[in-house]
């Protein structure tokens, strides 16, 4: 939608809020009623993606305590729109003020100050990393509904700077064994070395993160523009330093061939079923019932204590050294944004499928 | 929106037609009133995207002639939807049959079906390959617009299965010598050799694509979820085969350090300008100014000669060859899908953006 | 949606044409698959709108024949956009030359001139009556399938200028029997001799119509901006002539006290009922299991031959008689279009009113 | 859009809370970057509808303070999301537990549980009037905007159940004179005699407002579907309690002639302008630069003392007084809300027109 700040078509989320202003939220419309949620369901996932957990992440101390406001009567959602905030607390404004006037290399500051021709240039505004915890207490609850419908969404960073899980190795249970969420503990171990010596250098390094849903019914995207990969892509690529995004094989496929590509249908007892998985779980866009698998690519944060060389809204040219309190790396502290985002999409067209076909309908409205 | 068939929120495109119905159309609504239009600054683009032009396109011969129904009066367009449409001329239904109740491996068969319960198995009904006329007939008016407004669209081939080009010979002149639309005639050679081979195995390749739009001014996107980057992926991840998106460097920014990722602001007279663009022409999700950079990943096509096994619809194990016109790979003839898909999204944006900023409107609204 | 061409969440039509250009059609996105459907379903509705089907109306004879350029296949819908057509055929270019540079008064084309610096003075281009076409096309799909529901809807004129239908003798099942389709042979009599009248004088008039649904399930409509009042007061207020709208007693309501208006609930077996239905079926703005009843007002047709005043586009002031084939009433065609139009809300917030319950989408999806 | 809580296209509302959750609030997407905005510019506003300023009003005391939560930097709008909220305080939630399995006549109470299978019965719960708390809220902005481009939005009462202005009194500066927001001084009076006999009778009453828009350029609004007639119509009946809509002279036009209805042009200067103004500012549904009025019809108060008969949600027949705080008459306290609605959809019609010519966009991007 216009203005940017609505992700969703019938599970619809709203975002607001900015990194040095009075606190950042989210209204939930669209979510059906009679589902059992409370704070701590919500909680949980904002715990994942909170700065300050590891060494590998920023300092910053936030306690990022969600509140729900509205639409909630006896611990049960009423369909009303579901509105969360987390108050700002961890942050003194005078952080930025040397910042000013710049325009810090791989950051928004001067698009925003194009596109608006006034910047909140405290901590990056709206175009912060705290934009992120609307998305994931929104996205929270859609992982909820999923869950009561037997679907799982489950990712896991698979690269970080040139270390890449070695995927005979991989075991999705080590995922949680490390802070860098990676399922494979040699390489976790690799990757924090490479992380240290990034931090030393004053430098920061990038990643790709995959994403896996199970339990997907068979029907799921609309056609044409509406393709669940559409979709998803959309969602993924607006988080914040995403730069990349493939389904199943992806760029690899463009390398491949048609004949190991296409992955052959057989019947297992009643059900139709795919040898392979090349296609990540969509075929013409719409999900085919086995898993769908995608990944994205995040560029190196951009804030580092290296020296370097830019302009400020002065036109003047000038050198900056971002200290402070920064990730060296945001993939693993992105894998919770790629869950709940995947999860927004995913309920949306669950949502959107029920009207796909006249007898269903007929059905459900026949008592 | 819902259904999928329309793409834009100001400028907006509606696709509607199957392979084998009676034609297939586009309503483009929000063109603004006053631009100049003949079917052929249409036709000039379905041309490029028409199958049987080249040996390695398919052999199936449709003119493609495009008609426009409304919205025009005395040349130049009024601001009221613009209908256009091509009729289909070119199919026997009798060629499909065979395939009747057959899920083709990599094709939108099966899904079709699980989500609509009835599906025109007549060469693909509604997930072929001649879905994308009307997009790339809507999308041309969107060149057009843009033309006017010194932006410039284009897009190639960078690589087909293996053969990739070289970026050191890459001269976009050369594009249009080559049916492959590669920019690099060694690569091109390459390419169709292999691709020879290919239909010879009666197997198919994938490739890449890349496309390059200048003359964007800085501030064009929304934040948040409407990143530019955002809408121009779910754009190109709507296009039939394509599997992966990247901004920029994009999966290789993954690799990389923040040192080297960001990119320089300098002076250049008034204008603040960038030393590199690895971040692709976007910071934040927002055009800096340089120019925009992406590439689109397609998987092999599908449609292969060599036996494949496979299921019917009755739950039975069959195999299937798929005979008949058929390109050994899509990319390019998705070439101009690209362009115009591209063009829609960086049109609406540039309309999107032109309220983005109080004293502008105050300034557009005082005469 | 921006533009003004696209109508619904689901079940979505978008219109295209203007009076004389190739055609005039309708794109309609979110059909459930699985509906039979003709051409000739489609026609009995253009049929009822058609001019010159009565001496009160129009003398263009226009054929207004239907063509299904794609979304069916075998007679069924597969789910794909039905695009639907009707060629121009009965109008003279030249007819409208005179009227070129003039603002007629009581029409759209000093409006039109100011928004788009262009206008198609072609008989009213895209603010033709003829736009309404489009409307009841894609509308009869949506009323094809609410009778598969069970659910009726019926419009009718209950004013035509200062003559009213009388309540204590309605009676629907004469309203086809007379060509302003009143249900009150009295009030039809009366009706057309002021039409008559109307005509001599040079003059036009206004009416009123009403339109009754049947069969609806309790529920419809979403809160706060989405009420099923707002949306299909959207829908009617969105024809052309309609300057006012009112839902139950409407404006006579604001006359009447809460003891009066207050509809009782009562019991009858297991259902909850109504004993009056002052609310016109809607509480909240959601559907409460009783009639939705709704009246449109329509202003007197502005093409009338009596001379009048005006100004042309150059500002110099002129006089204008409007001669031709006009109707001097609009609301005995437009019957059908209230009808169609309702239909489409009603369907749509059936499809997105499957999603409102946790349980109900855990049931769906549960084989 | 589905679920009913956003209101827009590119200036967009999306309101939340229930009448006894934690608090009430609306997220403002799509204002324009550099509009001077504070607490105190919407607490005037939201003073406005307060209940309790009146003996009219309702007796509950809330405060009704207003935070802005983000989006403002320094005074400034920065063209992010504008979260505001109220938190509640008056209430005690004592007060509704009788009322909790009733189905109120006239209230929503039936429709909600009917949809949803769960209901806040606490005083209404997101059906409640402070549902429109945020609506104010944001429109309140938009009002700004729009005094910033010399438009006015003025409404008042102009009937109160049988009591109606007296058009030849008419002095819009004596609206504020009276709590009933009626601008004649003797309607006023006896308005207010006619609402405490109301109310002695344990009873309520209905009513009509009108409003006026001064200052619109002609052209704003969109053909067909998004004419500014159906946009206003929606934002109106989308209110609690508005039972019908009209626009100009709306249901009288319908009685009314061709020859008398139609507003003739005439020249004024460079200016073309209207002799009357019966079309209400609209023709076409585009405004023509003459003053836009409509009005909206009030149902009575359904919270009233007098016994009524109802069911319960087990379907036992009850009797039910609905003591405590109501206002006998709503419209008074709805000005405020016209007004604000009515600025919503006027600011996004203004927005939404910047891109109809291609001229004018191709000087906005011109430097």
Known sequence: MAAGST???IFRITTWGESHGQG??????????????????IQTFLDRRRPGVSGYSS???????IKILSGIFEGVTTGAPISMMVENTGHQSG??????????PGHADYTYEMKYGIRDFRGGGRASGRETLGRVAGGAIAVKVLEEMGIGIYAYTTSIGPVTVNREHLSL???DQNPLYMPDPRAAEEASAYLKECRKRGDSAGGVAECMITGLPAGLGDPVFDKLSASLGQAILSIGGVKGFEIGDGFSAARSAGSVNNDEFYRDGHQ????????????GGISDGSEVIFRAAFKPVPSIAAVQRTVDSNGAEREVSISGRHDPVIVPRAVVVLETMAACVVLDSLLLNMSSRLDRILDFYRD
Request: aromatic share 6%.
């Open 7 to 9: 992700f969703g078509k």
């Open 24 to 41: 950042t939220g989210v209204v939930v419309d669209g979510c059906p009623a009679g589902l059992n949620l409370t704070e701590g369901d």
């Open 59 to 65: 300092g910053r101390k936030e306690e990022d305590k």
């Open 95 to 104: 952080d930025y003020s040397a910042l000013k006037d710049l325009y810090r």
């Open 173 to 175: 249970e080590t995922r």
């Open 272 to 283: 139709v079923k795919k040898k392979t998985n090349h296609a990540g779980g969509l075929l």
